[in-house]
């Protein structure tokens, strides 16, 4: 299958560009996240029944009880992750691989992505669409994203898609000295975006740990599909 990358009326650039402007007014600042969102046409992350709907702010169904984010919301993780560069990414909950077409489109502050997903039907589908914008700076594994990715930690930043009850510690211990993970933590309508920031070398304590926002994720389950 080949994806209209171009896009026309509903899916054209400028439709695109618009959404971007209103994330901007929405209190979005940092231009290598709105460049990136810009550069990313979400209308191939998502079924072709439901394309022109793609640039509206908001969560839209991929299948299998699964749901690629709200724009606004990818836009604050984003930036909220990326506050400086960093350069190794883990990503839990690739899902249409939107997420991370986004991250590691932002070359300017992140080398590579590493992004788990728990369920295989979603994974070859994100690696076609991944492999049609010409990304390449990319791995994706099919796993428990509870467990992360030892074999390829520690990572500079970890970003978390769904939302587990409490963070699990597995994926703390993955992140370097001065990295930072985002995540949504809770159950239902009660869930928090928090930041998870662990102490530089040298520096002494516990990670600090902030909330950002509200927010409503489909929950981190544990095993594989
Ligand atoms: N970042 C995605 C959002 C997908 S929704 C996007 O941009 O489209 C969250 C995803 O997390 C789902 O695909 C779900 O299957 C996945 N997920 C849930 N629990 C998981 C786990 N334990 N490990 C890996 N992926 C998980």
């Known amino acids: ?37 810009a550069g990313v046409p979400r209308h191939i992350f998502i079924d072709e029944a439901l394309a022109h709907r793609a640039y509206e702010d908001s969560a839209l169904p991929i299948g299998l009880g699964q749901t690629i984010s709200q724009p606004f919301i990818v836009a604050l993780m984003t930036s909220t992750l990326l506050d400086v560069p960093r350069k190794r990414i883990l990503e839990i909950g690739t ?23 728990r369920l295989e039907p979603l994974i070859p589908r994100a ?42 510690e597995e994926l703390l211990c993955q992140l370097t000295p001065g990295g930072r993970l985002v995540a949504p933590v809770g159950e239902g ?10 102490p530089s070398k040298g520096e ?9 926002n509200r927010v409503r994720f489909v929950p981190l389950v544990k095993g594989i599909k």
């Open 189 to 198: 309508d009660t869930q928090e975006l928090r930041v998870y920031d662990r």
């Open 1 to 37: 299958m080949a994806f209209d990358l171009d896009g026309i009326g509903m899916t054209s650039r400028r439709t695109r560009e618009r959404l971007v402007r209103r994330l901007e007014k929405s209190g979005i600042r940092d231009s290598a996240v709105l460049d990136a969102m």
């Open 127 to 168: 690696k076609k669409r991944l492999r049609a914008l010409k990304i390449t700076n990319v791995r994706i594994k099919h796993a428990d994203g509870y467990n992360g990715w030892p074999e390829e930690a520690l990572f500079d930043g970890i970003l978390v898609t769904a939302a587990p009850r409490l963070i699990p």
């Open 95 to 117: 899902g249409s691989g939107y997420q991370t077409a986004v991250l590691s489109s932002i070359t300017s502050k992140v080398e590579k992505v590493f992004s788990i997903e």
């Open 204 to 212: 002494n304590g516990d990670f600090v740990v902030t909330t950002v």
